[in-house]
C-alpha cells in the first residue's frame, strides 16, 4: 500500500478545550456513525486545533473493519483471528482488555473482495447495558456489556450477499434491526432485544452491505435502507411503505442514507447522488425527487449533512472530495481527486473530520467555496478502513490490526 509516512506527534495534555470530564464520561459512540448515526459528534469544536494528537494507548484486536463501539467507560471491538470472531471489550481509560468472547466462524471470502478480508464488517451497536454483533456469515450475538455474558446467539441465514455481511444492527422499539440472506432473498427482520426471537420480517427484497437508519417521513417514524436493488423505507413494524430502484454494478448497494429534514439522500455506484421527499398522497407514500447530482456519485463512503451542504467523498477522480447544496442539489466545490480509496467522517461545529483509508485525520473547516483544511493528523501506520469513534476530546481508530485511543487537546 502506498502511503505517505510522517512521525507521529505526541502533544504533552494539557486542560481540555472541549468537554469536562462528566460530559464526557454521559457520552458514548454507541452504533454506526454515531449517536444518532449521522456521523455527528456530541460536543463543541475545540478553539484551537493542536499541533499534534496524543497517543494514550494502543492495542492489537484483530482483523475487520468494525466500528470500535464506546459506551459505560468501555471500547468494544468486534474482530477475527483466524476462523474465529471475537468480541472484546477494553477499558477507555487505559485499554486494559476487561473481557473477551469467541465462536467459530469460519468465512471463504469471494476472490473479488480478497483485499479485504474475512470481515467482520459490520459494526455493533450496544443500547441499554447490552451489545449486538453481526458476524460476516449471518451470526447475530448479544451480550451483557457489564462482564461479557453472552445472552443469546442465532444464526437467522446461512447464506450472506455475495461479499459477506457489511450492514450494521440497528436497535430500536425493543428490537435489533438486521438485514439478513443472500444475493437472491433475504429479510429484513426485527430481533427481540431480550431473546433473539423474530418480532417481525420484510421479506421484500435481498441485503446490500448499507447500513438502515430511523427518520420521521411524512409524519411516520420509519426505518430506511438500501436493499440489493432498492432504497425502501418500511414502517417500525416492517411494512412497506415505499421503494426506489436503485441498482449498482455487481450489486453493491453500501451507501447508507442519509436524512436531513424531509430529505432521503441516497447514493450507489455509477449512480447520481439522489434526494427524494415522501409524501403522502392518499394511502400511499410517494417518493418525489428534490434533485439529483451527477458530478458527486458516491460508492462505499457515506456523507454527513455540514450545515446547509452535504460533504462526503466522491468516486470520481479516484476518490474526490465534495459538498453539495442541500437546498438545490448544486456542487459547491470539488477537490481535484485521488484523495481515498473510502473515508469515513464525522461532524463536529463548524467541521468535517476526515479518516481516509492511508490512516490520515483531515479537519476542515465549512465553506461554501473550496475545501478548507485546517490540519492533518497521522492517527494509523496501515489501512484504516472501519469508522473511527469519536467521544469527547477522546478519537478512538482501529487500523488493519490495532485500536489506538487519541487525545484531541
Known sequence: MNKRVRPLGVLVTFVSLWLTSADIAATQWPQWRGPSRDGVAPGPSPSAWPAALTQRWKVT???GYSTPVVADGKVFIH???GDRETVTAFDAASGRQLWQDGYPAPYKVNSAAASHGPGPKSSPVYANGRLFTYGISGIVSAY?????KLAWRKQPSTEQPHFGVAMSPLVADGVVVVFVGGHERGALMGLDIATGVTRWQWTGGAPAYASPVVATLAGVRQIVTQSRDHVVGLSMTGTLLWQIPLTTPYDQNSVTP?????????????????AV???KEGDAYVPKEAWKNADAP???STAVVAGSALVGLGQKNRGQFFAVDLATGKT???TKGREAENAALIRVPGHTLIQTTEGELIVAKDSATGFDVVKRYD??????WAHPALVGNQLYVRDANSLTAWTIG
Open 61 to 63: 484486536v484483530g482483523e
Open 79 to 81: 474482530a477475527r483471528t
Open 144 to 148: 451483557d456489556t457489564a462482564g461479557g
Open 258 to 274: 442519509v436524512v436531513s429534514g424531509d430529505l432521503v439522500i441516497y447514493a450507489g455506484l455509477a449512480n447520481p447522488t439522489t
Open 277 to 279: 421527499r415522501i409524501v
Open 298 to 300: 458516491m460508492y462505499m
Open 332 to 334: 459547491l466545490w470539488t
Open 379 to 384: 492517527v494509523a501506520q496501515s489501512s484504516t
